[in-house]
């Protein structure tokens, strides 16, 4: 009996929602990264290695009921380190939004009302973060675009300016990807 109840806590901390919701946010991640799964590299990831990495993401979609194909490369890149074993702990991912990209960072209602659909990044933005990648939006893109602040998703954070948010990131040591 004993042993009975002493695992009854750890089941409900693996079916609570936030597990649920975690898994759901990875296996989001692995259908929606881009590019083929590569196995057996022989230029492989050393998992030693910290790896810091952001895009640059200006480009939304032509048509506002589907998502930024931008958001996908993260996503790509966190599936191929898992799948060469590198820890989780040692992928640092940041994605700068500004651009026509910048509204998808919107609430679902206030992406809506905007666009009359329903925002189709916003799954996979949430996996990101999830997942610890970090959305950074151009508040030069903001005021220029109309996109209001605090209509924004929770998360996001907001730099002065794409540029700026470059090069903290640069001199944080992550490598700059344009889109």
Same mark, same amino acid.
């Given at each position: 009996?004993?042993?009975?109840? $002493?695992?009854?806590?750890?089941?409900?901390?693996?079916? &609570?929602? $936030?597990?649920? %919701?975690?898994?759901?946010?990875?296996?989001?991640?692995?259908?929606?990264?881009?590019?083929? %799964?590569?196995?057996?590299?022989?230029?492989?990831?050393?998992?030693?290695?910290?790896?810091?990495? $952001?895009?640059?993401?200006?480009?939304?979609?032509?048509?506002?009921?589907?998502?930024?194909?931008?958001? /996908? /490369?993260?996503?790509?890149?966190?599936?191929?380190?898992?799948?060469?074993?590198?820890? /989780?702990?040692?992928?640092?991912?940041?994605?700068?939004?500004?651009?026509?990209?910048?509204? &998808?960072?919107?609430?679902?209602?206030?992406?809506?009302?905007?666009?009359?659909?329903?925002?189709? &990044?916003?799954?996979?933005? %949430?996996?990101?973060?999830?997942?610890?990648?970090?959305?950074?939006?151009?508040?030069?893109?903001?005021?220029? /675009?109309?996109?209001?602040?605090? %209509?924004?998703?929770?998360?996001?954070?907001?730099?002065? $300016?794409?540029?700026?948010?470059?090069?903290?990131?640069?001199?944080?040591?992550?490598?700059?990807?344009?889109e």
């Amino acid at each position: 009996m004993r042993r009975f109840c $002493s695992a009854i806590p750890l089941l409900a901390a693996l079916l &609570s929602p $936030s597990t649920a %919701e975690a898994q759901g946010g990875a296996d989001l991640l692995r259908r929606m990264a881009d590019g083929p %799964e590569v196995t057996a590299p022989t230029f492989a990831a050393p998992t030693d290695l910290v790896y810091k990495v $952001s895009w640059d993401v200006t480009v939304g979609p032509t048509d506002p009921a589907e998502a930024v194909a931008g958001f /996908r /490369r993260p996503a790509g890149l966190l599936r191929q380190m898992d799948l060469q074993g590198v820890p /989780r702990q040692n992928v640092k991912l940041a994605i700068i939004v500004h651009g026509t990209a910048t509204r &998808s960072l919107l609430t679902n209602a206030a992406y809506k009302a905007a666009t009359g659909q329903d925002n189709a &990044s916003i799954a996979m933005l %949430e996996a990101l973060n999830q997942a610890g990648v970090q959305v950074i939006v151009c508040g030069q893109a903001l005021i220029n /675009r109309n996109v209001p602040r605090g %209509e924004l998703l929770p998360f996001v954070k907001v730099a002065t $300016s794409a540029t700026a948010a470059r090069a903290i990131l640069a001199a944080q040591g992550y490598a700059t990807w344009p889109e």
